[in-house]
């Protein structure tokens, strides 16, 4: 037989309300209909899970390990159910290393004023369609091409790269930065979400590689020296830290900035995200 939601609900009242008749006060139903659907339960599991006298009722060893698992349960039930029925009354926008860049803040308290109506949350998830193929988002800020079999995306801005580099490194005294020069030192490259790869250089003068993890190794590691990092503008807002200085690359392409979703799911306020995303870039 299997375990219902239902069952795992009388249970839990059971053992917080303390008797079988404040159960089915708090459920909304009989106190026959509780004893029934605990019944039910136990027979399910084959295991007695509450020890029930004329004065209480206290769950067993058994009774105590499934109570907690339960609570785990029908915590995550109720999150699902709250998901589904939200409806687009909220809006989540996932992204890797730095959001929307020097346009964050801007966008993000812009849009209570024009759609007041619907929740936005920014979800930072270190995965290549931040957070997007995982579902922790509707939508998310992405600046490498998305799966095009999976994924919609609309470009929204460009960014200009920039070179990271040690603040004692010997190049922080310079204006800008070029990629040959790059083609001497060793380059950071976080291959899961990161938007620097050595295709940047022609095949017989790449750099020599390190890899990181994340936004925080890569800063780390930049920081540390005898390394360089490329990145978008965006890095260079998002992340001022000290030890770290940022140089123009002068001859280097931008970086396309996109808004990405599911081909067979898009969040109707996926339109206004790119339509306000869109005007900060052009008027930024």
Do not use: K
Request: glycine share 6%; with cysteine.
């Amino acid at each position: 037989m299997d375990v219902e939601l239902r069952q795992l609900r009388v249970l839990v009242a059971i053992a917080d309300a303390g008797t079988f008749t404040d159960a089915a006060i708090e459920l909304g139903v009989s106190q026959a209909a509780v004893s029934r659907t605990l019944a039910s339960l136990e027979r399910a599991l084959d295991v007695r899970l509450l020890r029930r006298t004329s004065r209480s009722v206290t769950p067993t060893a058994t009774g105590v390990r499934v109570l907690a698992r339960a609570r785990r349960l029908l915590a995550e039930a109720d999150d699902l159910v709250a998901e589904a029925t939200s409806g687009h009354a909220r809006l989540r926008i996932g992204y890797a290393w730095s959001a929307m860049g020097r346009h964050t803040v801007a966008f993000q308290r812009l849009w209570p004023r024009r759609w007041p109506h619907i929740d936005l949350r920014l979800v930072r998830t270190n995965t290549a369609t931040g957070g997007l193929a995982e579902g922790a988002c509707d939508i998310a800020v992405v600046r490498v091409d998305p799966d095009p079999c999976r994924f919609d995306s609309v470009v929204v801005g460009l960014e200009p790269r920039y070179c990271a580099m040690a603040a004692d490194d010997p190049w922080a005294r310079r204006r800008s930065i070029r990629l040959a020069d790059i083609a001497g030192r060793t380059l950071l490259v976080d291959r899961r979400t990161g938007t620097t790869t050595v295709d940047l250089w022609p095949p017989d003068t790449r750099p020599a590689t390190r890899h990181t993890a994340d936004i925080d190794d890569w800063l780390a590691a930049v920081a540390a020296g005898g390394c360089v990092g490329v990145t978008a503008r965006s890095t260079v807002d998002q992340y001022r830290r000290p030890g770290v200085v940022y140089r123009p690359l002068r001859d280097a392409a931008p970086i396309a900035v996109r808004l990405a979703w599911w081909h067979d799911d898009p969040h109707p306020a996926a339109r206004h995200a790119v339509e306000l995303l869109t005007e900060l870039y052009r008027d930024g």
